[in-house]
């Protein structure tokens, strides 16, 4: 027990000029409550009816210059405070233009948080100082409260849309973490400790990999170290492009802005006009409604096609892609480094041919078929090449060998060769009716990849 | 005093011998006052029951681990502290028992408006009460008394739907009461009663039923929101079911701040009289406390997001809701300051029901001052959701609300036996239960500053020194709360004869008997004077009588 | 007994015994005319709470429209309008007959009054009856059947798969074909359905909600008219005695301003 503080510790820039504001409130109380009970007392004794010596008389009912005065100073003693709260909340809610920026997301009952050169950790937060950092902050299930009494700051973290709030933490050391809102049977174990480290310590610290358990309930060590190199773009970002590419964003969100799908260049932050006349920022909340439920709001000129992903994405996934789409507006441009294999890692042929029970010997490979299906869902053909055939691109059902007119007016069969070229580049020879719009696979996909995608286009039937 | 026994026709009184018939003509009662004693048992009981758990979880929290019992229980140990102390006590508290039993007795009516709707709400709390009870006893609730989705309507396994439907049914008592209250000060006062010469206890019911009316309709609706996604899993208020988590705060919020007011503005009511009769003087600034009254039932509408600094609502939002929040400190400063005021060249005893008076204003004065810290945005996001808002909120509704009633349960206790209770005793639990309380709940705002979350099971070490006291606190504030119950029992029995106005107080129900008859008055008074119409020599007149040995 | 001043003398004696004054007269109340003050107030304020009671739905109406304007517009589409309106109409002459009723018992004719009663009684009646449709309709779509009758003898069945009941199997059909891209060829087509958990079924859980407090509401009301009905009949009624009738109009009347409301709100939105 240290010598009974009234404190916590002062850890943060706003800690100092929280608690002169509640010094000075402090003091204007015991103005009051510690003068008026004095008074109460008094009159209590020299007014108690033992005491004859007093004079009872000409008492006074009402004095309306009393009311006023005891109206009038309180207010204007309040409106006081209340404005220098008001700057006080103002500031503390507006984060600087440059804040490192972590994501924390809470779950019954723990927290993780992953900084933005992709290392996590659980429970605990490092921070450098004299930086300001900003976290963006969402919930997996029920409303928490990210809680730093040392630094006087803390905001409710809600399921479903991210809060955001900043600090600068002034001096090294472990402070607490707290869920200040209640959250179930564990919450008051979903505490933690935030760490706050000299630049250099910091930086040691970033690429140092270590054990956590990621949201979804499984762990991971961290197989390579993290690297902190900011020129190529940081892994938080990378990982959210691999997955923009895998989920075939990019086949609509072209960059070039050609695209069925409004481009994603510079958007972050940008002024976006809606088809309803409406202008929003588009900030984290924007680009999380719009990727889980894209009808919401629609940008003018586009129209309302994207599928929605909410169920299909873990909130770590969401938390990537943003910051994916985040690297396209700080960087200016590019960013778009190709390349990236989305590889599953499968290669093998297994050529075992399952002969399926009698009749017609299936004229194709099973096994082949099965992993194409995978990569297929994988790569997130089946939002534009929908099976009832009110997708973008054309159902894929009864496909092979069957005569399909392109848009040139020519009629070709669709072979393997076709198939193949499709995939290739899909933008070679496109079906009539159709748009140009899906993504030149190239070089991105193993021909083993191609093998096991056309084998599942023939398993759709002839 | 010149009676020696107890009127004959008073309102207990009953000449049957037969039992089945005597409970009969209790629980089918459609007299105001009878409704009140049977409110007086109902909501003491939940008062125990309440502060029952409360002693688990202040036992609890005497050491940082969680020793005495898991998590789970915690949890819905302070869960039923909340829903009950709240719900079924704070709210129906003073106008239920007191209400119930004085508001046609200050009028000058034989009943209220709508008898037999009163009875109807008094068996609405008790079916209410037995949805909660039963709630406890199959397995308890772990929500916390605010029920925030999506924890209550997705994710507890607890059971959330039948506190829920108990707090909703209790809301419909509260209701049936404020119509009952607000349709008899219009139309039922007694010739002469205008509405300036109505007592300030009448102007807190007024405004008190006034807030009821709006704001537990809408409560009402978001609980069975809560309760219908919960049942169906059909998604308003949880995001993972295309619902909005903050509807819900802010539809309980609308509800439960002006909640507070529905139980701290009948005890401003009670304090007004407390005041004014044992200083031997009329009110100073009658007007200014009763239109008090009604910018707190309206400004109280208005600061409802308050609650939600830290939630995510907007900074402008934000903003107005603290500006408005700030000017509802006045005119609670008004009354406190024309309470003080009404001390000045009084006659002033100390009998219990003022001790428990003068207690209720120190502690207010804190709770209210403590809110402005608060309401102030910046300091809000640091000590909203710890023990600040614990020990603020306690102060406001402890030392607000249930010295109010214990002290008007004093005051009006010879009107409703028609017998005194024991002076000395009251003097001193009145003494226990203020250094008590403040034992108990004044390190709880060092806590909160220093960090400390509120509803936490097991906590830092560091936090222990200052728990350990709020617990011995806590004891002793049991104490105090159980010696009354002891003597204002024993006073049944063995209490002196008290005679029709005991304290020479003036409001009208010290015009008939104690206790009243059954229609309350002989013949309907005729009303010629203000409220608290003492002579301007009173207090000099009653300090000329005290003799050594006439009560302090 | 040292009272300080006499701040009441005594009233007239007032004769407190039933023969003063009329039966239906309270004994706490001095006349019949502050009885049926005193009532029509209490009425009054209860209406008020009825209001805030949905106006708490109309609160989550009003941000989920806020929120999602073009779900609204499209969500309406699929609301039985034609219904709503014979609704609206059915519950705004029950109106006028409770009205009519209230000033036949004021003038003592108690063949009009039971006259109104019973036609209000018959509306409110067939106010439930097609809202009952309405509602059958909805969950016969759900059980994949074209109408609640065919539902029932296992006629015709649904083409479009449609479930606007809110749960685990709400699906709201695809976008209609004529609101096709411009943007891309086809692109019209590409609006997934959507279940559980969308925008979509917000508009039909308040629609349920709301319209399902109504009913609630209904059939407390014709609980209400039925029993005035029945002291009607039995002669309670007198043009010196009328309120409990003039109180059941004013809760009637509620009834009717909120469907005034609901209707616009839920089944007109574009």
């Known amino acids: ?462 | 005093m010149a009676t020696t026994a107890l009127p004959q026709r008073g309102y207990l009184h009953d000449d049957t011998p037969d039992l089945g018939e005597w409970i009969r003509s209790w629980l089918f009662t459609v007299d105001h006052k009878r409704i009140a004693i049977l409110y007086l048992l109902a909501i003491n009981f939940f008062f125990l029951l309440g502060g029952l758990a409360a002693t688990f979880v202040r036992i609890e929290l005497i050491t940082p681990q969680g020793d005495l019992m898991s998590s789970d229980v915690y949890n819905r140990m302070f869960t039923l502290h909340g829903v009950i102390m709240i719900f079924f006590f704070l709210i129906p508290a003073i106008p239920a028992v007191l209400g119930n039993f004085l508001m046609p007795l200050m009028l000058g009516a034989r009943d209220l408006a709508f008898p037999r709707l009163n009875l109807l709400s008094w068996y609405l709390y008790m079916f209410g009460g037995i949805f909660a009870l039963s709630a406890a006893v199959l397995g308890g609730v772990d929500t916390g008394w605010t029920f925030y989705t999506p924890f209550s309507s997705t994710y507890s396994n607890s059971n959330v739907i039948l506190t829920i439907t108990g707090a909703f049914i209790m809301g419909f008592s509260s209701i049936a009461t404020a119509v009952n209250f607000i349709a008899t000060t219009h139309k039922m006062r007694a010739p002469g009663l205008t509405w300036f010469r109505l007592p300030l206890f009448v102007w807190a019911m007024y405004a008190t039923s006034l807030v009821i009316v709006l704001a537990t309709p809408v409560v009402g609706i978001a609980l069975l929101l809560v309760a219908i996604e919960r049942l169906w899993g059909v998604g308003i208020f949880d995001p993972a079911l295309g619902g909005d988590p903050l509807l819900f705060q802010h539809l309980f919020w609308f509800y439960s701040h002006p909640a507070v007011y529905i139980m701290i503005l009948p005890a401003f009511g009670v304090i007004s009289e407390l005041i004014s009769t044992f200083s031997r003087k009329r009110i100073f600034g009658y007007e200014f406390i009763a239109f008090s009254s009604m910018a707190i039932a309206i400004l109280g509408f208005l600061v409802w997001g308050h609650h939600m600094f830290v939630s995510s609502q907007s900074v402008y939002s934000s903003l107005v809701f603290s500006f408005i929040t700030m000017l509802i400190a006045i005119p609670s400063a008004i009354k406190v300051f024309n309470w003080t005021a009404t001390l000045y060249k009084g006659s002033i005893s100390y009998r219990t029901p003022m001790l428990y008076a003068l207690g209720f204003i120190g502690l207010f004065v804190i709770g209210g001052l403590t809110g402005i810290f608060l309401g102030v945005v910046a300091i809000d996001i640091h000590v909203t959701d710890t023990y600040f808002v614990v020990a603020h909120f306690h102060y406001v509704m402890v030392g607000g609300t249930i010295m109010a009633y214990l002290g008007g349960i004093h005051f009006w206790w010879p009107k409703m036996t028609g017998r005194m209770y024991n002076e000395i005793w009251g003097g001193i639990s009145a003494l226990i239960i203020f250094v008590g309380f403040n034992m108990t709940f004044f390190p709880q705002f060092v806590l909160g500053y220093l960090g400390m979350p509120r509803r936490y099971h097991v906590y830092p070490e560091e936090f222990q020194i200052l728990h350990v006291l709020s617990s011995a606190g806590a004891t002793v504030l049991a104490v105090g709360f159980i010696i009354p119950i002891i003597y204002l029992m024993l006073s049944l029995k063995t209490g002196r004869i008290a005679g029709d106005n005991p304290w020479d107080a003036t409001g009208l129900e010290w015009k008939t008997t104690s206790p009243p008859p059954t229609h309350n008055f002989e013949s309907i008074p005729v009303v010629t004077t203000e409220a608290y119409a003492y002579p301007p020599e009173a207090a000099a007149r009653d300090a000329a009588e005290w003799r050594p040995g006439s009560p302090l | 007994m040292a009272t300080t001043t006499p701040t009441a003398k005594p009233a007239p004696v007032h004769e407190h015994g039933h023969e003063a004054h009329g039966r239906e007269l309270m004994h706490h109340f001095e006349s019949a005319q502050q009885q049926k003050e005193t009532a029509t107030l209490g009425m009054w304020v209860f209406l008020v709470t009825e209001i805030m009671l949905f106006g708490g739905i109309f609160m989550a109406y009003i941000v989920y429209r806020w929120a999602f304007p073009e779900v609204w517009a499209e969500a309406a589409h699929h609301l039985n309008t034609p219904l709503g309106a014979v609704n609206t109409v059915v519950l705004l002459v029950s109106s006028l007959t409770v009205a009519l009723a209230v000033n036949a018992a004021e003038e003592g004719n108690r063949r009009r009054l039971l006259t109104m009663l019973g036609i209000t009684l018959l509306l409110g009646a067939t106010f439930l009856v097609i809202k009952g449709f309405e509602y059958s309709e909805k969950f016969a779509h759900c059980a994949g059947a074209a109408n609640p009758v065919a539902w029932v003898t296992g006629g015709a069945r649904l083409e479009e798969k449609e479930c606007l009941v809110p749960g685990r199997n709400f699906i709201f059909p695809q976008a209609h074909g004529a609101e096709a891209a411009t943007h891309g060829a086809e692109a019209g087509h590409a609006q997934p359905q959507v279940g559980p958990g969308s925008p979509y079924q917000l508009f039909y859980f308040l629609y349920f909600v709301a319209t399902g407090l109504h009913a609630v509401h209904m059939v407390i009301g014709l609980t209400i008219v039925s029993i005035l009905t029945f002291i009607a009949w039995r002669g309670v009624i007198t043009p010196t005695y009328y309120t409990p009738i003039e109180v059941g109009g004013l809760y009637w009347h509620l009834i009717d301003i909120i469907w005034v409301f609901l209707f616009p709100l839920f089944y007109l939105v574009h």
């Open chain 1, 1 to 462: 027990m240290r010598n009974f503080p009234l404190f916590p510790d002062q850890a943060s820039s706003f800690a100092g000029q929280v608690d002169t504001l509640y010094a000075v409130l402090i003091g204007l109380s015991l103005l009051f409550g510690g003068v008026l009970p004095f008074i109460i007392l008094f009159l209590m004794v020299r007014y108690h009816r033992s005491n004859k010596a007093v004079d009872r008389m000409n008492q006074v009912h009402s004095n309306l210059a009393l009311e006023l005065t005891w109206s009038g100073i309180p207010l204007l003693l309040v409106m006081g405070v209340f404005f220098w709260g008001a700057f006080l909340y103002v500031h503390i809610r507006t984060p600087p233009k440059q804040t490192l920026e972590v994501y924390v997301i809470g779950k019954q009952w723990m927290w993780h948080v992953q900084h933005p050169n992709g290392k996590r950790e659980n429970n605990e937060l490092h921070v450098p100082i004299n930086r300001p950092v900003r976290l963006i902050m969402t919930s997996q299930d029920v409303i928490h409260s990210f809680y730093l009494p040392s630094f006087r700051v803390k905001q409710d973290v809600l399921p479903g849309r991210y809060t955001s709030m900043w600090f600068e933490a002034t001096r090294p050391g472990e402070y607490h973490l707290f869920c200040a809102e209640y959250c179930g049977t564990e919450h008051s174990l979903m505490v933690g400790r935030v760490v706050a480290l000299s630049m250099a310590d910091y930086e040691r610290w970033l690429v140092t990999p270590g054990e956590v358990i990621l949201p979804d309930g499984s762990s991971g060590v961290a197989a390579a170290p993290p690297v902190l190199v900011p020129a190529q773009g940081d892994p938080m970002a990378l990982v959210g492009e691999q997955l923009f590419t895998s989920l075939g964003c990019a086949g609509c969100h072209r960059m070039d802005g050609a695209g069925i799908g409004p481009s994603l260049q510079g958007l972050y932050g940008s002024q976006e006009r809606m088809s309803d006349g409406s202008v929003i920022t588009a900030d984290e909340n924007y680009l999380r409604t719009s990727i889980l439920n894209p009808g919401a709001q629609i940008v003018a000129g586009y129209q309302n096609v994207m599928p929605s992903y909410a169920g299909q994405l873990g909130e770590d996934q969401i938390n990537q892609l943003i910051a994916y789409i985040k690297s396209l507006s700080d960087g200016g441009t590019g960013a778009m480094s190709g390349g990236a294999s989305s590889g599953s890692g499968t290669s093998t042929s297994g050529t075992s041919g399952g002969a399926t029970g009698g009749g017609a010997t299936p004229s194709f490979d099973a096994a082949l078929a099965a992993q194409g299906k995978q990569v297929f869902t994988n790569l997130g053909c089946a939002g534009c090449h929908r099976s009832d055939g009110a997708g973008i691109g054309p159902a894929l059902e009864k496909l092979y060998n069957s005569e399909v007119r392109l848009a040139d007016g020519s009629v070709v069969t669709a072979d393997e060769a076709y198939l193949i070229e499709s995939i290739r580049n899909a933008a070679a020879k496109v079906v009539e009716g159709y748009q140009p719009v899906m993504p030149v696979y190239g070089n991105q996909i193993s021909d083993d990849q191609v093998r096991q995608l056309v084998e599942y286009i023939k398993s759709l039937g002839d």
